[in-house]
């Protein structure tokens, strides 16, 4: 009897520590482009708070499908605002939940500027300084939807398709990895990569004009069942106005901060 009740506190105990580990704890998915700020962020974050941030990363697609397969993540950092909307209607997240947490841009950039110029409105397809354009795959990745759109706009997907110079990452970290490695001489990625004091970047960058491209609105949601205390913490931290401005001195406008703060 004695051994029967000794092992039931020790269950106990089990379980009640188990619950006080989840709830110190906030589990993200997030889109590549945003992994660099939110590693930094979520840092500051535990040295603040003493919660622990997991984060998973990968392209928004490949994440929203694991969501819908029940992953036990409690925010998800989408690169667009296609899946957390769909993860909405899907009835997948905690009511109103939704918001925009930053808007993307997409440049141009070639690290070996000397051999071939990152200038979409220059580049010809023929250079054989060109072996290959990296971009995110525009099935899982909205910075390779926006990537395509601007390639069709300077007249150059059919002709670096037809070549097969365009190599494709699974998102738009891979394309930036392709890039920054010498596989690909230029990549179409986030304004994020290039604007990261702590990895500056060599080579030349060309600024796309936001209006050639579909706006990359980056949405976050809660996913429905996930909503913390420890989760409400990190969501409170992440819209301080001194969150805000790292955000936007890394490239990415946001929507919780008047013009010129």
Do not use: C
Request: hydrophobic fraction near 40%.
């Amino acid at each position: 009897m004695r051994k029967k009740i000794l092992f039931l506190f020790v269950l106990l105990g089990f379980v009640l520590s188990s619950q006080v580990s989840v709830a110190n704890t906030v589990r993200i998915a997030v889109a590549s482009n945003f992994l660099a700020p939110l590693k930094s962020l979520a840092k500051e974050f535990t040295n603040q708070t003493g919660i622990r941030v997991y984060i998973s990363n990968g392209a928004s697609g490949m994440l929203y499908a694991k969501i819908k397969r029940g992953a036990p993540y409690d925010l998800f950092f989408s690169a667009d605002s296609l899946r957390p909307q769909k993860l909405e209607k899907e009835g997948l997240i905690e009511k109103g939940s939704r918001f925009t947490y930053v808007t993307g841009r997409l440049v141009a950039w070639s690290p070996e500027d000397t051999k071939l110029s990152a200038d979409l409105s220059k580049l010809n397809p023929q250079n054989p300084a060109l072996r290959f354009l990296a971009v995110a795959n525009p099935k899982t990745a909205p910075y390779g939807v926006a990537a395509i759109a601007v390639l069709k706009h300077y007249g150059l997907y059919e002709s670096l398709r037809s070549q097969k110079k365009i190599a494709l990452g699974e998102s738009v970290g891979k394309a930036y990895q392709y890039t920054v490695t010498g596989n690909a001489q230029i990549g179409l990625i986030a304004q994020s990569y290039v604007r990261n004091p702590k990895h500056p970047v060599r080579g030349q960058v060309f600024y796309i004009p936001s209006n050639i491209y579909p706006p990359l609105n980056q949405q976050a949601i809660i996913v429905k069942g996930r909503k913390t205390v420890a989760v409400t913490q990190f969501l409170t931290f992440f819209h301080s106005d001194r969150v805000q401005k790292q955000l936007l001195s890394l490239g990415y406008d946001v929507p919780f901060m008047k013009d010129g703060l």
